[in-house]
C-alpha cells in the first residue's frame, strides 16, 4: 500500500491553525450508540466554524475498540458520511485517533483510510512497557500508512513523560506534520517545542495545543532559540481540544480573535489573557482537575446534554459519572463568561435541523 500523503490546500489549512475540536461519543441510556446524536455532534462542530475533528480519541471513549464494544469503525464512519454530506470536505481536516500496539494501530491506521480521513492522531497512552525506541519505530509504521498527528497526553489520562531526545527523533519523522502539546505542564511542553525546533523538520511541523488548562497563553506563545547561528521561532498554531468539544461556535470566534492578535503585532494581548483566564476556569469545571479529572467526559457531555445535543450524560463505563459539585461548578461558569458560551447559536442550529 502506497503512503497517503495530505493534499496541498489540508496540508495549508493545518500549517495556518484551525479548531478542531475531539469528538464525543453519543449515546441512550442502555449505554448504546445513539446514532442520531452522533451525527447531530458532526454536523454541529461543521456548522460551527471548525476546522476538522478528531474521532476514535480520548473525548470518544478508548472503550469504544472493546471487542464486546466494538464502535471503533462506526463512530468514524457516522463523521465521515456526514463531513462528505456537508459539501466542505475539501476544507476540512478529518482526524481518527489511533491507538494500541503495532499491530493495533497499523489496523486502525488502515481503517482510516478506507473510510477517507486525512491523518490519524497517535496516542502513546497504554504503552508504558515498552521503550522510547520502540515507540518511535511504532511511529514509523503508522507514518508509512499515512500523515501522523503526534500526540503528548498527560499522564493523569493514561500517556507518560517523554524525553527531550524522544521528541526530537519522533519530529524527524518523515510524514509527522503535526503534534499536539497535551502534558498540561508547562516544562514538558517547553521539551516538546525546543525538540520541534531542534529538528531538521522544524518547518515541517505545525504544533497544537491540546493544553486545555492553558489554550490561550499556548496560542499567544511564541519559542525562540538561537540554533547553529540561526533564529528558530515556533508557535501553536491550532488547538486540537477536548474543551473545543463544547462552545464550539464561540471556541472559534475566540480563535479569530487570537489569530488577529497575532497578525497585528500582539495588540490586544492583555485583555486576551484575562479571557484565558476564564477559558481555564471553564475547562476547570468540565474536566474535573478536582479530582483527578474523573469527571472530564461526563463535563463535556452535561454541557452537550444541556444545549440539546446529547440525550444524556451517559459514558460506556457506568462509572464514569459527574463528580461532586461539578454539575454547579459548570451552572457558575456558564453565568460567569457568557460570552464565551455558544447556546444561542445551538438553539438556531438545532432549529434548522428540525426544518
Known amino acids: 500500500m502506497a503512503t497517503q500523503l495530505l493534499s496541498l490546500k489540508k496540508k495549508s489549512i493545518l500549517q495556518q491553525g484551525t479548531v478542531i475540536p475531539a469528538h464525543p461519543l453519543a449515546l441512550h441510556a442502555n449505554r448504546e450508540l445513539d446514532e442520531d446524536h452522533q451525527r447531530l455532534l458532526t454536523r454541529y462542530y461543521l456548522a460551527s466554524g471548525a476546522g476538522g475533528i478528531a474521532v476514535g480519541v480520548h473525548s470518544t ?49 488502515q481503517i482510516a483510510l ?10 502513546m497512552g497504554g504503552l508504558q ?44 519523522i518523515e510524514n509527522v506534520l503535526a503534534i499536539k502539546a497535551a502534558p498540561f505542564n508547562r516544562y514538558q511542553t517547553l521539551d516538546l517545542v525546543r525538540a520541534v525546533c531542534h529538528s531538521n523538520r522544524n518547518k515541517e511541523i505545525t504544533l497544537y495545543t491540546g493544553n486545555d488548562d492553558n489554550i490561550v497563553g499556548d496560542l499567544l506563545s511564541k519559542y525562540q532559540f538561537e540554533i547553529d547561528g540561526q533564529t528558530v521561532t515556533k508557535r501553536f498554531e491550532g488547538g486540537l481540544l477536548g474543551h473545543w468539544a463544547v462552545w464550539t461556535n464561540a471556541a472559534v470566534k475566540l480563535f479569530e480573535e487570537i489569530k488577529a492578535c497575532r497578525n497585528s503585532g500582539y495588540q490586544g ?58 454539575a454547579e461548578e459548570i451552572s457558575r461558569v456558564c453565568l460567569a463568561y457568557p460570552e464565551l458560551i455558544d447556546d444561542d447559536f445551538v438553539e438556531s442550529f438545532l432549529a434548522t435541523q428540525k426544518s
Open 61 to 109: 471513549q478508548f472503550a469504544i475498540r472493546n471487542p464486546e464494544i466494538n464502535l471503533y469503525e462506526k463512530v468514524l464512519v457516522l463523521a465521515a458520511e456526514e463531513i462528505a454530506k456537508s459539501g466542505i470536505q475539501d476544507d476540512f481536516i478529518s482526524i481518527a485517533g489511533i491507538c494500541g500496539n503495532t499491530e493495533q494501530a497499523i489496523n486502525e491506521a
Open 269 to 326: 494581548t492583555a485583555e486576551l489573557l484575562t479571557k484565558g483566564i476564564a477559558v481555564t476556569d471553564m475547562n476547570a469545571a468540565i474536566f474535573d482537575p478536582a479530582h483527578g479529572f474523573h469527571g472530564c467526559i461526563p463535563g463535556i457531555h452535561e454541557v452537550l446534554k444541556r444545549q440539546g445535543l446529547l440525550e444524556g450524560i451517559w459514558c460506556l463505563d457506568p462509572a464514569e459519572k459527574l463528580s461532586e459539585g461539578q
Open 129 to 172: 512497557d515498552q521503550t522510547e525506541a520502540q515507540i518511535l519505530d511504532r511511529t514509523m509504521a503508522i507514518a508509512e500508512v499515512m500523515p501522523v498527528f503526534g500526540f503528548y497526553l498527560q499522564p493523569s489520562v493514561g500517556g507518560r513523560i517523554f524525553s527531550y531526545d524522544f521528541w526530537l527523533q519522533f519530529a524527524n
Open 114 to 123: 478506507k473510510h477517507g480521513y486525512d491523518m490519524g492522531l497517535l496516542s
